[in-house]
């Protein structure tokens, strides 16, 4: 995550009460946890810290607690110390392990920013080699995904990341030009520490999962969504689903969708950050081509909670038949 996406979540929670300041590659901060982790309930001189890592996930530090992890797991401490409801900025860090921008940069800085960003692509030959095939594993089979679609997808299986020994399923990510630029892989431990990690250096907020399949194929219209599993399930449903691998769209992915120019439908999760992101895709699309927003129906989800049940949240969740009706009463922008 970038410093200035990093600064952005903390202000969101903390307002400026941190007093934040770049240091050697880190956000430095004053624990956040030191009411409740620190021999005297606070911190003097701050202790502590967010690494910025544009490639990789953004990791919290506290030197006097002793406290580390991906950002997200700092947040949800605090949510349960503090009695404060963080859920869906949690949910955001943690589900996708968010790496791009939370706001859209100017265009003098998109510019910029692509005079010095290049793209490269790995050699599939060597990484698709790599891994089996994820066709007829468990955690497929539970989510809904049969194996034509996880062949169709081209998922592979991790049966141990070297840097957790967490075992994932890997979602190639090719570029539109059909070209392989890394992996995101989602943990099938469900109290996996971090759920989704990045492979082969993806540089995700520069792609959109799916794009090469629209290339190719030359559908009507695409489903765009925000995860893998949504992403994975719309193909199931006979959509032609594009991810964005995180809530909200980056300049890079604006300009693929543009370059697609088919009717998109904006499928994004019915949460805060969802709702936000459908805005920005509004905003961003809506003068190029058809964009169409969707409501969720009012469907409860079973799960294994005290109440035991959840509203529809996902399009990871959703029937072909849930789809199509929300695709017929989706809104035009």
Not at 27 to 51: K, N
Request: with cysteine; proline share 5%.
């Amino acid at each position: 995550m970038d410093a200035g996406s990093i600064k952005e979540v903390l202000r969101e929670v903390f307002g400026h009460r941190l007093g934040m300041e770049i240091i050697n590659g880190w956000v430095s901060i004053r624990c956040p946890l030191a009411r409740w982790t620190h021999e005297r309930g606070q911190d003097g001189s701050p202790s502590a810290g967010v690494s910025i890592n544009n490639t990789d996930v953004s990791i919290f530090n506290c030197f006097t607690c002793k406290n580390t992890g991906p950002l997200h797991s700092m947040l949800q401490k605090y949510s349960e110390f503090s009695g404060e409801d963080l859920s869906d900025l949690i949910g955001e860090l943690e589900e996708e392990a968010y790496l791009g921008p939370r706001t859209m940069p100017s265009w003098e800085d998109v510019k910029t920013r692509n005079a010095v960003e290049v793209l490269m692509p790995i050699n599939e030959a060597i990484y698709m080699d790599l891994y089996d095939s994820a066709a007829g594993h468990p955690y497929l089979a539970d989510r809904g995904i049969e194996d034509i679609t996880a062949q169709r997808l081209e998922l592979l299986f991790d049966p141990k990341d070297p840097a957790d020994g967490e075992a994932r399923i890997l979602f190639p990510v090719r570029g539109y030009d059909g070209a392989l630029y890394g992996f995101s892989g989602r943990a099938v431990n469900p109290n996996a520490k971090l759920k989704v990690r990045d492979y082969a250096g993806l540089q995700k907020a520069m792609l959109i999962l799916g794009a090469h399949l629209v290339a190719r194929d030359n559908p009507k219209d695409i489903v765009l969504v925000e995860g893998l599993f949504d992403y994975a399930n719309a193909h199931q449903c006979g959509q032609y689903g594009c991810a964005l691998m995180h809530a909200h769209m980056t300049e890079h992915q604006v300009e693929i969708l543009r370059e697609i120019s088919k009717p998109t439908y904006l499928f994004l999760d019915n949460d805060k950050a969802g709702r936000e992101g459908m805005e920005i895709g509004r905003q961003q699309l809506a003068s190029y081509m058809p964009t169409m927003g969707v409501r969720y129906p009012q469907v409860q989800i079973e799960d294994d909670s005290e109440q035991g049940w959840h509203w529809l949240k996902d399009p990871g969740e959703m029937t072909e038949d849930e789809f199509l009706f929300m695709k017929e009463n989706a809104k035009l922008f």
